[in-house]
Nanobody, 127 residues
Framework: QVQLVESGGGLVQAGGSLRLSCVAS????????MGWFRQAPGKEREFLAR????????FYADSVKARFTISRDNVKNTLYLQMNRLTFEDTGLYYC????????????????????WGKGTQVTVSS
């Protein structure tokens, strides 16, 4: 139903900022709540943020709430993650995820609560 392609990753110095994008295929983007996850080598996939279908409701992991902002543009079929004050601990492969086409859950912190996944974009934070 939907294909996701992340972009915007790269190498950034500690303290810097980066904005990730995730472009979704199809014309039903506004029926899916969306989320961002990340995974570092040797670690489990970590939930970062979730946004409702309309873009009004957001929910963040405590670890990134003060620094990251999730947003979406339903006209452009694009999801964003603005990341500020990055540290080495933010290094990892960042994934966007979508769906299913149901009412947005209160949290949706588990990978099993999403139906579609991108292949990820690498974020590397240097000192």
């Amino acid at each position: 139903q939907v294909q996701l392609v992340e972009s915007g990753g790269g190498l950034v110095q500690a303290g810097g900022s980066l904005r990730l994008s995730c472009v979704a295929s199809g014309r039903s983007f506004n029926t899916y709540y969306m989320g961002w996850f990340r995974q570092a080598p040797g670690k489990e996939r970590e939930f970062l943020a979730r946004i409702s279908t309309s873009g009004v409701g957001t929910f963040y992991a405590d670890s990134v709430k003060a620094r990251f902002t999730i947003s979406r543009d339903n006209v452009k079929n694009t999801l964003y993650l603005q990341m500020n004050r990055l540290t080495f601990e933010d290094t990892g492969l960042y994934y966007c995820a979508a769906g299913p086409a149901i009412a947005t859950p209160a949290r949706a912190m588990n990978a099993g609560e999403y139906s579609y996944w991108g292949k990820g974009t690498q974020v590397t934070v240097s000192s």
